[in-house]
């Protein structure tokens, strides 16, 4: 299925993924290749997502608006900094249950306008 959104729906501009369980690294990364248009995407409660989605997002969507990667216990302080630094648009990042990240991500990160909820 993510293949499919990627090769069919390139200008695709908000997409929400919330509680699709079974997505993995993999699947993000199709849809980040195929779909570099999103600028709100919600990775909400998908429990096989690490920080290899999060370079995939970084590699192909910089126009990143928003992001939802709340319950996402797979992201760490390095991927999720790495992502804000290069996602210079980056508005809105919603992290509820991430208790995996730290001070490390809140205070080393360059995007000072970014707004940080569910810390």
Known sequence: VAK??????????????KGCVQLSDAAVES????????????LNKLPGISDAALVALRKHCTGLRTLDVSW???VTDHGM????DACAGLEKLSVWGCTQLTRTFYDGHSADA???IGR
């Open 4 to 17: 499919e959104l990627g090769d069919h729906l390139p200008a695709l501009e908000r997409l929400v993924l």
């Open 31 to 42: 849809i980040a290749a195929g779909c570099p248009s999103v600028a709100e995407l919600s």
């Open 72 to 74: 996402c216990r797979g």
């Open 81 to 84: 900094g790495a992502l804000v």
């Open 114 to 116: 970014l707004r940080v």
